[in-house]
């Protein structure tokens, strides 16, 4: 059983759901994708079914399976593995916490239920509360998305007081531009009993400097070793390096017109892994041809397709 005390820090990919042409999950891949993030981007946390992994477009037998699968794969591997457990049915959602802690994962996340929606504090960290019990041996984050819940509760006024409601919480993971309001939770955990995940890739500089611990998000499934390069000069205090290595960072993310929504994700992850990770399931929709030829030949030219082994049934898979 995972100790509360473990801390999570540094990067955490939110793992993209491998799934075949037939919109079936690819368990197949799972465990090279383990080897790929570990060995080629340095990354050995991952928080899985989130909104990368469409966690939210599963059903919850196939998130049982994808858990189970990554927890399997990533023994003796990875550090951390986090399950996302939100759902829109607090059933649902504890059953899943349950099945967490069953499977020895690391931690548990939570988004706020975002169709009938809480509309105060009190009412969401009761949602909350009823799921962490559920797992009460396991670290359990809040997985804070405004923008696509639309429950705008700062996570400042959430973080106030929060352990004496759920024992287990450990963190958060922030996933808002809005830098007031996670200063304001850094400045509340001054004691650092807490994770503070920052989770807008693009702005992890700016997340740093304003105390995250570390981070959570889609781009450290490719661009892992980059932000590992961005996370030690910051260490180091070389603000110049740091700055130049967001700038590249950036750069990939949107001047290159990549990895900015699911479907684009899977494609590019695709292409720089050699891992197929194949199309998303409806609502979302295939990352057209033109995108993904117009990525490969960026990434070529900027020399990002380190791996040598594009075989046509991978681009296949996301064209
Ligand atoms: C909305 C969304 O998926 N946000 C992710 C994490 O929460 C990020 O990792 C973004 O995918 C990333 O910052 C790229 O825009
Ligand atoms: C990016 C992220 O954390 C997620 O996919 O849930």
Known sequence: MASPKKKLHGLVAATITPMTENGEINFSVIGQYVDYLVREQGVKNIFVNGTTGEGLSLSVS??????EEWVTQGRNKLDQVVIHVGALSLKESQ?????????????????????????????????????????????????HIPALTGVKIRAE????????????????????TDLLD???????NHQRQFSLLFGVDEQLLSGLVMGATGAVGSTYNYLGKKTNEMLEA????????????????????????????????KAIMTLVSGIPMGPPRLPLQKA?????????????????????GVKDGNLEACS
Request: net charge negative; with cysteine; aromatic share 16%.
């Open 234 to 265: 910051f260490e180091r205090k070389d603000f110049s390096s740091a700055l130049n290595y967001q700038c590249q960072i950036c750069f990939l993310i949107y001047f290159s017109c990549l990895g900015f929504g699911v479907s684009q994700t």
């Open 62 to 67: 196939e998130r049982r399976q994808v858990a």
């Open 157 to 176: 006024e959430l973080l106030d007081g929060i352990q004496d409601k759920i024992p287990t919480f450990q963190g958060l993971k922030f996933s808002d």
């Open 95 to 143: 059953e899943l916490a349950q099945h967490a802690a069953e499977i020895g994962a690391d931690g548990i996340a939570v988004i706020a239920p975002f169709f009938l929606k809480p509309w105060n504090k009190d009412v969401l960290i009761n949602f909350l509360k009823e799921v962490a019990a559920s797992a009460p041996a396991l670290p359990f984050y809040y997985y």
């Open 182 to 188: 996670f200063g304001q939770c850094v400045d509340q």
């Open 288 to 308: 057209t041809r033109e995108f993904t030829d117009n990525a490969e030949a960026k990434l070529k030219s900027l020399d990002f397709l380190s791996f040598t």
